[in-house]
């Protein structure tokens, strides 16, 4: 899912699983074994009075004050505590495998109950989870405050996690769900941290601390590596370093075909102290600034003046480079607790982006005042995200004219003619992307979620990523009709999809017209270089036949054969795009 060999000590995160395979122990170890469980229940019961001290002090959720006071009479059940003291005791049972036996005895017990007591089941689970989790020694906080480096396995990784994550002391990570467009998966490559998901049940086979190496290029996961793998790994480590300093030599090199044509390679930011990996690989500027980092991992909403503060930093220090500055894309896969965000049964068709804007006026107004007061740089633009139809684009213009107007009689300057564009990535946004260029100035395909919606596939569900297919011909029929769109109108056709990032449909994207890519920026060098080795003129006609195909698999056949010929004879650079393609 992300580049690099992670080589580590495992730390185990958040993994909650409460069906831990059987283990006994030595008859001398019993009273060890309960007082290891006994240290598990105090440690918990430490936990719950701190989280319920710190909810108290904020004066907020008297609800949650209260199911942290239940859990703690929990930890005093005997048919818990005394049951798993016993089945150490009588059965010799390791702690964790009699913890899990007592939660399958009490799901049971409460099976035969009314429904209103069968829901306290959840509060049992929830308490056992944060034992099991103290005796496995499960890491609970946040990655943030991780003291050594580590590899780091969960069953589950939130954007948000990710986002706090410190590449210095994560080498990478191992989990059991997520898909390669999950935001998760995004964040990883952006901060170049090896790593590998849709793991089934990782987290039942590796033990804290123990060695692990990641591989995340091929999705090999190795638990207790021999000398053997570890020697074969550190060199493949080698190889990537000097491939990457060699990659890095052409950052100044122009982005322009061998015909002449030059392609527009920008980057995807996250947060704004990323400018300097923008200038490390030599990005045109910034196509994507996915501005909901900034209320992740935070109690308050960012004021006004943070959110002018961060946006005026990057234009100032890139100018006259321009940045595209998306507005909140909150929702999906991204939740922020300052926002309270809706839970809803489908996140991804509810109340996400543009929608929760309008749902959150004061949210949306604010950000674009900021928006609009860093533009008097000249090279901001503004993008709205999941626009589905005219109506919704209007509303957001309307919205962003009132406060032209509002800053106006406040005197304070802005650029009257910023640049809007939107984010084509709902398939009625494509279907209708002519008459929307008749409002916008620019286009920008979301390719991530633009094949969720075609092809309705959860973009971070593993058990369908198979299903997941960038190569699909309805996938690149739509952005060869958005590509006309823009070209018919004259407006510039980005794309700044994970696609952009992949060489091998990077290829793909050239060939069907698209010009601008913006991508994370570690993959602007690899891009880079293909478009150096390509006529623009040939991978046109072979977009043609790209379009005539019926299945995704034949156009990536078509497109592996045609490497050589498009490439013109560039082995190397061909068994790089094998190497580094990850979508495809
Ligand atoms: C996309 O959908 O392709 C996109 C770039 O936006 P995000 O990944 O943030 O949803
Ligand atoms: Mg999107």
């Given at each position: ?8 000590r ?5 993994v ?25 229940l ?11 001290q ?8 008297k ?46 017990r ?36 991780l ?68 591989d995340g ?5 190795i ?12 060199a ?46 030599g ?11 900034l ?31 998306r ?18 049964l ?5 109340c ?7 749902e ?22 503004v ?37 809007v ?5 709902v ?26 919606y ?17 190569l699909?011909?309805?996938?690149l ?25 992949d ?21 602007i ?6 478009v150096?080795s ?51």
């Open positions: 899912m992300s580049s690099g060999v992670a080589i580590g495992v730390r185990l995160f958040q909650s699983n409460l069906d831990v395979g059987e283990s006994v122990v030595l008859e001398n170890n019993v009273d060890s074994e309960v007082e290891r469980f006994a240290d598990a105090e440690q918990t019961r430490e936990q719950i009075k701190d989280l319920g710190r909810v108290k002090e904020r004066g907020e959720d609800s949650l004050f209260e199911v942290l006071s239940m859990h703690l009479m929990l930890l005093e059940d005997r048919m818990i505590v005394e049951r798993v003291k016993e089945l150490i005791q009588e059965n010799r049972y390791g702690a964790e495998y009699a913890l899990s036996c007592v939660v399958k005895e009490a799901e049971e409460y099976a035969d109950l009314p429904d209103l007591f069968r829901e306290r089941f959840k509060d049992v689970e929830d308490i056992c989870r944060r034992v099991m989790n103290n005796l496995r020694g499960v890491h609970t906080q946040s990655l943030e405050n003291d050594e480096e580590s590899v780091i396995v969960a069953r589950e990784l939130a954007p948000s996690d990710t986002a706090s994550m410190r590449a210095d002391t994560v080498l990478g990570f191992v989990t059991e769900a997520g898909g390669k467009t999950s935001h998760t998966a995004i964040l990883a490559r952006a901060r170049e941290i090896p790593a590998v998901v849709g793991v089934s049940d990782v987290s039942r086979f590796v033990q804290e601390n123990e060695l692990i190496i990641v290029e091929t999705g090999k996961v638990i207790s590596p021999n000398q053997d793998d570890l020697r074969a790994m550190h493949k480590q080698d190889k990537q370093r000097v491939r990457q300093s060699r990659l890095l030599s052409i950052r100044d090199l122009e982005s322009v075909t061998l015909d002449g044509h030059v392609i527009d390679l920008a980057a995807n930011i996250e947060f704004a102290s990323e400018v300097e990996t923008i200038e490390k690989y990005a045109s500027g910034v196509g994507l600034f996915r501005t909901e980092f209320f992740l991992n935070r109690v308050t909403i960012p004021t006004e003046e943070e959110q002018f503060q961060s946006y005026n930093q990057v234009a100032e220090r890139l100018a006259p480079k321009p940045v595209v500055i507005t909140l894309d909150i929702g999906g896969d991204k939740f922020a607790h300052s926002l309270n965000t809706p839970h809803e489908n996140p991804y068709l509810g996400r982006a543009i929608r929760f804007s309008f959150n006026r004061e949210i949306f107004r604010t950000q674009l005042r900021a928006i609009l007061r860093a533009s008097v740089h000249k090279n901001i633009s993008m709205y995200p999941l626009i589905s139809g005219i109506g919704e684009l209007t509303l957001a213009n309307e919205v962003l004219e009132s406060l032209k107007d509002e800053l106006r009689k406040e005197g304070k300057p802005f650029n009257e003619d910023i640049p564009g939107a984010m084509i990535e398939p009625s946004a494509v279907l209708i992307a002519p008459d929307l260029a008749e409002i916008l100035d620019f286009f920008s395909v979301g390719t991530n979620d633009l094949i969720q075609t092809l309705a596939v959860d973009r971070g569900n593993q058990k369908i990523a198979r299903l997941y297919e960038p699909h011909p309805a996938v029929r739509m952005i060869a009709m958005v590509a006309d769109a823009g070209r018919h109108a004259a407006i510039p056709v980005e794309v700044c999809g994970e696609m952009a990032s060489p091998l449909c990077a290829l793909v994207l050239l060939a069907l017209g698209v010009e601008r890519l913006s991508m994370a920026p570690y993959a060098p690899t891009v880079k270089e293909i150096r390509i006529k623009l003129v040939t991978l046109r006609e072979f977009g043609v036949k790209v379009l005539e195909q019926h299945r995704g698999a034949h156009i990536k056949t078509m497109l592996v054969d045609a490497l050589p010929e498009l490439l013109e004879g560039r082995g190397d650079l061909i068994q790089q795009i094998h190497e580094s393609s990850l979508l495809a």
